[in-house]
C-alpha cells in the first residue's frame, strides 16, 4: 500500500546578498545586449561560462549547470530545482559524474530568473564550467560510512566555498578539478584529479590528507602522483592554494588540448613541479601562517530520533547477501532492491537508501518526490553521487519498506544502484555539442546485457562507463568495460563506432584502461556479451573479470573480439551507418587538408579574440568593484594578443616571460606596433591581487585595450602570407640553430629542419619562415608526424608556389616523414 500523506511542495527562500544579486544583475545586462545584438556571441561566451551556462548543440538554448559542492543538497533545494525545471527546462534534471544537477534546453532570457531562483536557496551556478575550480566532489557515505577514517564533508565544503569567487579560481589555464575521499575504497576517484585528497590518520591519532596531484582523464588520460603522504588540516588551503598558483603560472594558455594541470607536470617532471609547488607555499606562508586554525563550515546532518525496534521481522531490514541470488524466481521486487541499493551506516539502527537514475536523469515530479521523502523519513538532506544517482540517508531500518513503496510509485525503485548495471554515460549527441555518438542510446542497448538486479555475483566488482566523445565526461578510462565515441569513414559513408577500453580501476592502485579494439556502434552490445562468455569460458578459480583482463592481456582479448570489428557495406546493411536511436544517416564533419595557412590564421583571430573577451570581463569586473580579478583579466588580455602576433612567427611560448621577451624582440623591436609597447614585461609588471584599486584596475585596463588595438591593427591587412605591416622590409630573425639537423639516411643534399613533434598549423608556419630566408631555386628538406602533418603541410606548400619533390617515410613503421621542398619565388 502506497503512504498518501499530503506533500508540502512550499520552497523556503531567503534574501539573496547584495553582492550575488549584483553578480546576476550584471549577467541579465550582459545577456539582453547579446540578444538585442549589441554584442556578439564570441565575446558573450567566456563570461557566460563563467556564470555556469553552457551552449548546447541545438541552437538557440542553454544549458544550466548547478553547483552542489560534495553532493550535498536539502529537500527544499531540490524543490525549487523541481520548480525552475518545470519552468524553464523540460522538466527533466540530470545529476552529473561531478555531482552538479544540470537542466537543458532554457533560453537565454530565463537564465537571470532561474539564477535568482537558485540563490534565494543557497544555490549557484557560478564557476561550474569555464576555465576555473569545478565543483569540488566528496563521497556520497561520507560521515555514515562503516569504513571511513573521518567525514569529510565540512572539509569538502570549506574548499568549495573558499575557492568560488576567489580571484585566484577565475581566470586559470584550463579547468581544474577538486575530490576528497574519507577511505580506502576512494568512492571520489581521487587519482583523476588535479587535486585529490584522501583522509588519513596518524598513528598519534592526528587526522590530515594524504594529497595527490595531476590527475585526469580526457584523450590524455594520467594517473594523480603523491605531493604530500600527509597533509595537516591547518595547512589544507594552503596547499591546495599553491598547487592552483603554480598551474595559474605555468599553465598552457594557448593549446586548449596541453592546458591541463597534467601536462604541465609532464614538461618539468614531478619533481621539479614539486619544488615550484614548496616555493609557491613558502611564499604564500608568510601571509598565511601554518599556524592558523582551519575554520570549517558545517554541514548540519544530525540523525532524525529512532523508535525501537530498529528492525522488525521479515519485511522491512534488508536482505543480507553478496549479490549471489539462489533461485532469482523467488526474491521479490522489493527484497532485491534492499540487497542492492540499501547500505548499512556505522551507525546502529540507521541505513542508506540509494536512488537509481536512469543515466542520472529524473523528472520534476521525481525531484519533488525525493525531496518529500528525505523530509518524511530522513533529516531533510540529499546527496547526489558520482555514479549519477541519489541517496537519501539516516534512514531507520523500520522506514525502509514504506520508503520503498512510495519511491516504486514514481518509477523509482530500480535495483542495482552503484553496481555494473547502473551503467554511467554522459549526454552525448542528445545535448553535448561536443558529443560524437550517442552514449545514452548505447547505455540503454546494454541494459539487455546487464539487467538490473539480476546480474550475477562474478560480475559484482566490474563497472561499465561510456562518454560519446574522447572527453570522458563518463570517465571510460576507469572502467572495467569502457568506450568512447569515434566515428570511422567507410567508403563513402561513416559509421559511429567505439573505441573499447578494458582494465580501468581506481580503488587499490588506479590503472588506466587499456584500449584493445574499435567497435561499430551496433556492435558493441554482442561484443561484450562475447567478452563475459571468453571469462567464464577461461578464468581462474574465484578470480573476477577485472583480474582475467590483467592476467589474459590486450592482445589475446583483441584476438576475440575481432570479429565484432567487421562492418558491412551500406548496401548490405545500412543499420550500421546509424546510431542508436538515431533517425537520421551517422555524418561526422571532417576537415579537407591543405588547410595550414587558414588554420594560422585562425590562431591569430582566436588569439585576439580572447583577448577581447578578457578585457570585456575586466570591464564588468572592474563595474562590479573586483578590481584585482579585472586587473589579472587585463594582463591575460595583453597576454593573449601578444601570443597571437606571435604565430607570425612560428613561435607558441610555454610561460608568460618568454612570450614577453619573443614579443619586444620578433615583434615590437621591428616597429609592428608603436614603440609605446616595447620592453613590455617592464611595462605590464606583476598584475597580482595587490593592485586593488579602482584607479590601478583602470590603469592596467587602459593600457590592455589599447595594446590589443595595436595588434589588431597589425593583423587587419595581414593574408595567407602572415605578414604583419612593414615585417617584410626587415632582416628575418634566424631560426635556432637546434632545430636544424642533418639528413639520416639517403642524404638529399638539402638542410634538414626537424618539426617532428610540431603540431599543425606551427609546422607550416615554420617551414614557411624558413623558406622565406632562402633563394629562389633553394631546396629544404623537412621532417614531419604522420596524420594531420603529413597530410596538411606539403599540400598547404603546394598551394603557396613551392615544388614538392619528395615524400617518403622516415622509417619502416611510418611514424614521421621527410619532404624534399623547392623554393619557388
Not at 159 to 174: C, E, G, I, M, W
Request: glycine share 8%.
Amino acid at each position: 500500500m502506497s503512504h498518501t500523506t499530503t506533500v508540502d511542495n512550499t520552497v523556503q527562500t531567503q534574501a539573496i546578498p547584495p553582492e550575488i544579486l549584483e553578480e546576476i544583475q550584471t549577467f541579465e545586462t550582459e545577456s539582453r545586449r547579446l540578444l538585442s545584438g549589441e554584442i556578439v556571441s564570441d565575446l558573450f561566451k567566456p563570461f557566460r561560462l563563467q556564470y555556469g551556462i553552457y551552449g548546447q548543440r541545438q541552437p538557440g538554448v542553454q544549458m544550466v549547470r548547478i553547483k552542489i559542492p560534495f553532493g550535498g543538497i536539502t529537500a527544499n533545494q531540490l524543490r525549487r530545482v523541481a520548480e525552475l525545471a518545470d519552468r524553464y527546462a523540460t522538466g527533466v534534471g540530470h545529476v552529473t559524474t561531478r555531482q552538479d544537477i544540470q537542466l537543458h534546453f532554457v533560453e537565454l532570457k530565463d537564465v537571470p530568473t532561474m539564477m535568482r531562483g537558485l540563490a534565494e536557496v543557497g544555490l549557484t551556478t557560478r564557476e561550474a564550467c569555464a576555465n576555473t575550480v569545478r565543483n569540488v566532489t566528496g563521497c556520497h557515505l561520507a560521515g555514515v560510512c562503516p569504513g571511513e577514517v573521518f567525514d569529510i564533508t565540512p572539509y569538502a565544503k570549506t574548499v568549495a566555498y573558499h575557492l568560488l569567487r576567489n580571484p585566484l579560481n577565475q581566470s586559470l589555464p584550463r579547468k581544474f578539478k577538486i575530490a576528497f575521499s574519507g577511505c580506502k575504497t576512494d568512492c571520489a576517484l581521487t587519482p583523476i584529479h588535479d587535486i585529490g585528497l584522501l583522509a588519513a590518520r596518524r598513528e598519534d591519532g592526528t587526522i590530515g590528507f594524504r594529497m595527490v596531484a595531476g590527475g585526469g582523464l580526457g584523450s590524455a588520460p594520467r594517473i594523480a602522483q603523491v605531493l604530500r603522504e600527509f597533509t595537516p588540516m591547518e595547512e589544507l588551503i594552503p596547499s591546495i592554494e599553491a598547487v592552483i598558483k603554480v598551474f595559474d603560472t605555468l599553465g598552457n594558455r594557448k593549446n586548449r588540448n596541453k592546458a591541463r594541470m597534467k601536462f604541465v607536470i609532464e614538461k618539468l617532471g614531478f619533481a621539479e613541479f614539486k619544488r615550484r609547488w614548496e616555493q609557491a607555499y613558502t611564499a604564500m606562508g608568510c601571509a598565511r601562517p601554518t599556524s592558523e586554525p582551519l575554520k570549517l563550515l558545517q554541514h548540519r546532518d544530525e540523525p532524525i530520533p529512532l523508535i525501537m525496534p530498529t528492525s522488525p521481522a521479515g519485511k522491512t531490514k534488508p536482505a543480507e547477501g553478496n549479490g549471489h541470488v539462489n533461485g532469482a524466481h523467488h526474491e521479490t521486487p522489493f527484497e532485491m532492491w534492499s540487497r542492492t541499493n540499501v547500505v548499512q551506516q556505522k551507525q546502529a539502527g540507521y541505513v542508506s537508501a540509494v536512488i537509481k537514475l536512469f543515466m542520472g536523469d529524473l523528472t520534476s515530479s521525481q525531484m519533488l518526490l525525493v525531496a518529500a521523502l528525505a523530509d518524511r523519513y530522513s533529516n531533510g538532506n540529499i546527496r547526489t553521487t558520482i555514479n549519477q544517482n541519489m541517496i537519501i540517508r539516516w534512514i531507520p531500518e523500520s522506514s525502509v519498506g514504506p520508503l520503498y513503496e512510495e519511491l516504486a510509485s514514481q518509477g523509482l525503485s530500480d535495483p542495482g544502484a552503484e553496481l555494473v548495471e547502473d551503467i554511467i554515460a554522459c549526454p552525448g549527441t542528445d545535448t553535448c555539442g561536443l558529443g560524437i555518438t550517442s552514449s545514452k542510446g548505447l547505455a540503454r542497448a546494454l541494459a539487455e546485457v546487464f539487467p538490473a538486479g539480476r546480474v550475477p555475483a562474478d560480475l559484482r566488482d566490474v563497472s561499465v562507463k561510456i562518454s560519446g566523445c574522447h572527453n570522458s565526461c563518463a570517465q571510460h578510462h576507469i572502467a572495467t568495460i569502457g568506450l568512447h565515441g569515434v566515428g570511422k569513414r567507410i567508403g563513402e559513408h561513416t559509421a559511429p563506432f567505439y573505441e573499447l577500453h578494458l582494465g580501468g580501476k581506481v580503488n587499490g592502485t588506479a590503472k588506466i584502461g587499456q584500449l584493445v579494439v574499435k567497435l561499430p556502434a551496433k556492435a558493441v552490445s554482442a561484443a561484450i556479451t562475447h567478452l563475459i562468455e571468453v571469462y567464464r569460458r577461461d578464468r581462474k578459480p574465484g578470480e573476477g573479470l577485472p583480474a582475467f583482463i590483467d592476467r589474459v592481456g590486450k592482445n589475446a582479448l583483441k584476438d576475440e573480439l575481432i570479429p565484432y570489428t567487421i562492418v558491412p557495406t551500406f548496401a548490405d546493411d545500412p543499420g550500421f551507418y546509424y546510431d542508436w536511436e538515431g533517425e537520421e544517416e551517422f555524418v561526422l564533419e571532417d576537415l579537407g587538408p591543405g588547410e595550414c595557412a587558414g588554420g594560422a590564421l585562425e590562431m591569430i583571430e582566436n588569439g585576439i579574440l580572447e583577448a577581447d573577451q578578457e578585457l570585456y570581463q575586466a570591464k564588468l569586473l572592474a563595474d562590479n568593484h573586483q578590481y584585482s580579478v579585472s586587473v589579472n583579466k587585463s594582463y591575460r588580455a595583453v597576454l593573449a594578443a601578444a601570443k597571437a602576433l606571435l604565430v607570425t612567427e612560428g613561435l607558441e611560448p610555454s610561460s608568460d616571460a618568454e612570450t614577453f621577451q619573443e614579443f619586444d624582440v620578433r615583434i615590437a623591436d621591428k616597429g609592428v606596433v608603436p614603440a609605446t609597447y616595447r620592453q613590455l614585461s617592464r611595462q605590464v609588471g606583476d598584475l597580482g591581487p595587490k593592485d586593488t584599486t579602482a584607479a590601478s584596475a583602470l590603469e592596467k585596463m587602459t593600457f590592455a585595450k589599447g595594446f590589443v588595438d595595436a595588434c589588431r591593427m597589425a593583423t587587419d591587412s595581414m593574408g595567407k602570407d602572415l605578414k604583419l605591416g612593414s615585417a617584410h622590409d626587415i632582416k628575418p630573425v634566424p631560426q635556432q640553430a637546434a632545430e636544424i639537423k642533418p639528413a639520416a639516411s639517403v642524404p638529399t643534399g638539402a638542410p634538414v629542419y626537424d618539426l617532428r613533434g610540431v603540431a599543425c598549423p606551427l609546422n607550416y608556419v615554420k617551414t614557411k619562415l624558413k623558406l622565406e630566408m632562402m633563394d629562389s631555386g633553394d631546396r629544404l628538406e623537412v621532417w614531419l608526424d604522420a596524420g594531420e602533418p603529413i597530410k596538411n603541410v606539403p599540400m598547404s606548400l603546394k598551394n603557396d608556389g613551392h615544388k614538392v619533390l619528395l615524400q617518403e617515410a622516415l622509417e619502416p613503421q611510418a611514424e614521421h616523414f621527410r619532404v624534399l621542398v623547392e623554393k619557388v619565388e
